[in-house]
């Protein structure tokens, strides 16, 4: 079974300033990994994924995530936040083969003040 | 194309009664799985069908139960409801499951009283 930990589950931040959201999994085999965001009263939207290959990946509204094995981390950052960034934000995993059941994390709550 | 479209958005239930929800796919997609969600417990996956078989399930009671449509709709029913099944349940369609982007509904806000 693998497992999911978000270490932080607020994040205040100002307006243009940087921010790391922290991910740390745990599994017995390879996994894939997402992360996602959940806007007041929506639904969760992906960020991106890491499924293999480069362990940096890019996704969209200028956000990225390092995979780091050794580590089993898989860190989501911004260079700079917008207070359009203020949402809740869940890192999941799910194994790489066989059968499909994702784990997700409790969530950081990321706020961006002006 | 359409996103996800859960119905209904909102639900009031007493204890004891027995709730159905929906969910349409986004056109082409056979994977549907379910999720529930609390402050206390987080995202937590119920089941997923694919191509209208329960492919994989989650720790949940077998209150909890879901099927899936010729055309992929899907509905989850909880029956002899309980204070703790209010949450949002949310549901997330794909073209194959795992590895692949979900897409997500906008949920079910379900109430019991």
């Known amino acids: 079974a693998q497992s999911v930990t978000q270490l932080d589950s607020q994040v205040p931040v100002f307006e243009e300033a940087p921010v790391e959201l922290r991910c740390n999994y745990s599994?017995?085999?390879?996994?894939?990994l997402f992360w996602y965001v959940q806007y007041p009263n929506q639904g969760l939207q992906l960020l991106l994924k890491y499924l293999s290959g480069s362990t940096l990946v890019k996704g969209i509204n200028g956000f990225e995530a390092e995979f780091n094995k050794s580590q089993t981390s898989f860190h989501l950052r911004k260079p700079s936040v917008h207070i359009s960034d203020t949402a809740e934000y869940f890192c999941?995993?799910?194994?790489?083969?066989?059968?499909?059941?994702?784990?997700f994390g409790r969530g950081t709550s990321l706020i961006v003040h002006p | 194309k359409a996103g996800v479209t859960q119905t209904p958005r909102y639900l009031i239930k007493t204890r004891g009664q027995q709730v159905t929800l929906s969910c349409s796919p986004i056109s082409g997609h056979r994977s549907v799985s379910w999720y529930q969600q609390t402050p206390g417990q987080g995202l937590q996956f119920l089941f997923e069908y694919f191509s209208e078989t329960q492919r994989n399930k989650g720790n949940f009671p077998g209150r909890f139960s879901g099927r899936q449509f010729s055309n992929s709709r899907s509905e989850m029913n909880v029956s002899t409801l309980e204070l703790g099944d209010s949450a949002l349940y949310l549901c997330?369609?794909?073209?194959?499951?795992?590895?692949?982007?979900?897409?997500f509904g906008s949920g079910t806000q379900l109430s019991v009283l």
């Open positions: 599994s017995s085999v390879s996994v894939y």
């Open positions: 997330a369609s794909s073209s194959q499951g795992a590895g692949e982007k979900l897409f």
């Open positions: 999941a995993v799910t194994k790489s083969g066989g059968s499909y059941i994702p784990t």
